[in-house]
């Protein structure tokens, strides 16, 4: 079981910078992909970005690639993310997400691959 503790949300004016932080319990977090997505009010929940176990690899959606940047800390069983240039258009609760993977290079897009989640924190950008 692993579970996640979302935290750094909050308001910050366009153009502006936030670090999200996700911290995990468990024994495995090193092996495990680590994802961010978000849900915007009146939208489905998006994919942002993910990282592998081993953090050599990292994936981030096309609107957000660029301005983010996702980062790991095995030893503190903490990923991150860093937000900069923020858009009104990124306003939305962000998710942290995890599950298992063998592969240290793989990591994962699509929510159904994902079976643990954080409560989410609100990120909101004000034009």
């Known amino acids: 079981q692993v579970q996640l503790v979302e935290s750094g949300g909050g308001l910050v004016q366009a153009g502006g910078s936030l670090r999200l932080s996700c911290a995990a319990s468990g024994r495995t977090f090193s092996r495990y992909v680590m994802g961010w997505f978000r849900q915007a009010p009146r939208k489905e929940r998006e994919f942002v970005s993910a990282?592998?176990?081993?953090?050599?690899?990292?994936t981030y959606a096309d609107s957000v690639k660029g301005r983010f940047t996702i980062s790991r800390d095995n030893a503190k069983n903490t990923v991150y993310l860093q937000m900069n240039s923020l858009k009104p258009e990124d306003t939305a609760v962000y998710y942290c997400a995890a599950d298992y993977a063998y592969d240290g290079s793989a990591y994962y897009t699509h929510q159904y691959e994902y079976n643990y989640w954080g409560q989410g924190t609100q990120v909101t950008a004000s034009s």
């Open positions: 990282v592998s176990w081993s953090g050599a690899s990292t």
